[in-house]
């Protein structure tokens, strides 16, 4: 009996040794310490060994039995250590949905405007938003002392240039760059960015964008402005939308008006202001030689911001410059 209790001892150490694996490992653990192993069928053999035996051989058994006990425990943690770490990959799991980019609602409406105008015959010109003064200014009949270029509504660099440079605060700079780089007739727009020191509130931001047009030609008249704007507006905001001009001041132009569109809002017909136009002032066209007794022209300026709130109903500008994806994923 005690020769038995040996080699079951060994072979079950030594089939322990090679379970490898948790199925394994518990196969060994039914064949020899389970409810009916061979450990529990040596147990029953007890009562039929001769009483004066009986001493040792239990005591055996019970070394046996620890033995075998304690090294399965020792055999199960070691397999557990062994076990791949980390997070195991479920092939049958969905993927992760790819995020489809869009344009932001800003540059789809620089383009829709951009397009409208391009079918009705306007260029695109473009000018740097980093600018001089002389294009920002001077060359606007904007001279040095007048109000619109106090350093609290500029943001102006500090450097040592021959001229002081600032952020343009209008894209009215590109009509004097391209009245500078082409002779009449001309008929242009140009979109982009422009800053101001404005504190950031729902309607104000210190960068925003406008659209400027510029056309220049023979016996252009305040005709060809309103014209070109309505047309702007039934293409851009449907056929029923009107325009309205209103006097107003701006040192580049002469007549000036403020104007406005008659835009569908969800549903109804609003007057909303949009920017100002004009025709290009003497002053202006003579400082990029261009005679003015020869050629007139129209200007008009509109804020791309208000146009994209308006249409979309957005109410706070600040949220177009958040880039909060959930946001932006609307438009
Ligand atoms: N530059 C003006 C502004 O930012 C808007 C403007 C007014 C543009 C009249 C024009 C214009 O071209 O003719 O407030």
Redesign the pocket.
């Known amino acids: 009996m005690l020769d038995a209790l040996h080699s079951l001892e060994q072979s079950a150490l030594a089939e322990l040794a090679a379970a490898g694996n948790p199925d394994a490992l518990e196969k060994w653990r039914i064949a020899f310490i389970g409810a009916n192993g061979q450990l529990k069928n040596a147990m029953a053999g007890l009562k039929d060994v001769p009483k004066d035996l009986k001493p040792a051989v239990g005591k055996r058994l019970n070394e046996v039995k620890s033995a075998l006990e304690s090294a399965y425990e020792t055999r199960k943690s070691a397999l557990a250590s062994h076990a791949p770490s980390g997070p195991t990959v479920d092939l049958t799991e969905p993927g992760l949905p790819v995020g489809l980019g869009r344009r932001h609602v800003l540059s789809r409406t620089i383009d829709e405007i951009v397009d409208v105008f391009g079918r009705m015959g306007f260029a695109v010109a473009d000018g740097p938003e980093l600018e001089d003064e002389h294009h920002n200014f001077n060359a606007l009949n904007i001279p040095a002392g007048h109000p619109a270029r106090d350093p609290r509504d500029n943001f102006y660099l500090r450097g040592a240039w021959a001229e002081r440079l600032l952020l343009r605060?209008?894209?009215?700079t590109v009509?004097i760059r391209a009245m500078e780089a082409q002779k009449p007739p001309l008929k242009v727009v140009a979109t982009g960015r422009?800053y101001r020191p404005d504190a950031h509130d729902a309607t104000h931001y210190s960068m925003f964008h406008?659209i400027?047009?510029?056309c220049i030609d023979k016996g252009i008249s305040m005709v060809d402005l309103k014209t070109a704007l309505l047309q702007f507006a039934r293409a851009y905001f449907g056929p029923d939308a009107e325009v309205r001009l209103r006097p107003s001041f701006?040192p580049?132009?002469e007549p000036?008006a403020e104007f406005d569109m008659k835009m569908r809002i969800r549903g109804n017909l609003q007057w909303v202001e949009l920017?100002?136009?004009?025709m290009v002032d003497p002053n202006v066209l003579e400082a990029v030689g261009i005679d003015p007794e020869v050629w007139t022209g129209y200007?008009?300026?509109l804020g791309i911001e208000r146009i994209a709130m308006r249409r979309y109903g957005i109410a706070d500008i600040r949220w177009l410059f958040e880039n909060d994806a959930r946001f932006l994923r609307q438009f």
């Open positions: 605060t209008q894209t009215s009509q422009v406008q400027e047009g510029l701006f580049f132009t000036s920017g100002g136009c004009g200007a008009f300026g």
